[in-house]
């Protein structure tokens, strides 16, 4: 198997965590793919319609997106530990922390891009929009981690890919100052072999 993959994203992070959580690290080639706003990667879009990374070539050659897929898929090929939950209620739970991890990523970015526009084309309350579904976001994320305790699973990485984007690209956001409980939770797992190895550099 195959991966284009990008060290910033929290989203690749999240399927490299699945890769190593279920010891298939190995089997996966790392193939690093130029992707960002504005860019067009033609090799990219032959594979993803999206243009995004992750994006997973199995061994067959099928070329499969979305890391929440990319996860699904690797469950399918080494079935034990299970990243994404087989029992219907824990399942449903995990997919659903993951979507607020997800939602909290892309609501960030949105934000950031308005941000960073020349002042005259900026849409304030597009922005400010942004930024109250990430609070929203960080506030489901932190019930989901009090209702789910210790679980290891794509609700729990995927949280924790979110808050280290937070960390890296906003710290304006200091959810950590807010939610101790959810930080604490956050700095137990950091040592944890998949989480300290995905860890995208400073950048
Ligand atoms: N829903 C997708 C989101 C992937 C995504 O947004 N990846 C970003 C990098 S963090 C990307 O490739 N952006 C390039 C673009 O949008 O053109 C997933 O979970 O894999």
Request: include cysteine; glycine fraction near 6%; hydrophobic fraction near 40%.
């Given at each position: 198997?195959?991966?284009?993959?990008?060290?910033?994203?929290p989203?690749?992070?999240k399927a490299?965590i699945?890769a190593?959580e279920?010891?298939?690290?190995?089997?996966?080639?790392i193939?690093?793919?130029?992707?960002g706003?504005?860019?067009?990667?033609?090799?990219?879009?032959?594979?993803?319609?999206?243009?995004?990374?992750p994006?997973?070539?199995?061994?067959?050659?099928?070329?499969?997106?979305?890391?929440?897929?990319?996860?699904?898929?690797l469950?399918?090929v080494?079935?034990?530990p299970?990243f994404v939950?087989?029992?219907q209620?824990?399942?449903?739970?995990?997919?659903?922390?993951?979507?607020?991890?997800?939602?909290?990523?892309v609501?960030?970015?949105?934000?950031m891009?308005?941000?960073?526009?020349?002042?005259?084309r900026?849409?304030?309350e597009?922005?400010?929009?942004?930024?109250?579904?990430?609070?929203?976001?960080?506030?489901a994320?932190?019930?989901?981690?009090a209702?789910?305790?210790?679980?290891?699973?794509?609700g729990?990485?995927?949280?924790?890919?979110?808050l280290?984007?937070?960390?890296?690209r906003?710290?304006?956001?200091?959810?950590?100052?807010?939610?101790?409980?959810?930080?604490?939770?956050?700095?137990a797992?950091d040592?944890?072999?998949?989480?300290?190895r995905?860890?995208?550099p400073k950048s």
């Open positions: 198997m195959k991966i284009l993959h990008g060290k910033l994203s989203f690749v992070r490299m699945c190593i279920k010891g298939l690290e190995n089997r996966v080639e193939e690093p793919a130029a992707v706003q504005g860019k067009i990667n033609e090799d990219l879009l032959k594979l993803n319609p999206t243009g995004k990374i994006t997973l070539i199995t061994d067959d050659g099928d070329a499969i997106y979305d890391s929440l897929v990319i996860c699904d898929y469950d399918s080494v079935a034990e299970r939950p087989a029992e209620r824990e399942r449903t739970r995990a997919l659903t922390m993951n979507a607020a991890a997800d939602g909290l990523i609501a960030g970015v949105l934000a891009l308005e941000k960073g526009k020349p002042a005259e900026q849409w304030p597009f922005e400010a929009a942004q930024w109250a579904k990430v609070e929203h976001c960080i506030g994320i932190d019930k989901a981690r209702e789910r305790g210790d679980k290891f699973d794509i729990a990485a995927a949280a924790l890919c979110a280290g984007w937070l960390d890296a906003a710290q304006h956001i200091d959810w950590r100052g807010r939610y101790a409980a959810l930080a604490t939770w956050a700095d797992h040592s944890r072999d998949s989480v300290s995905t860890r995208p």
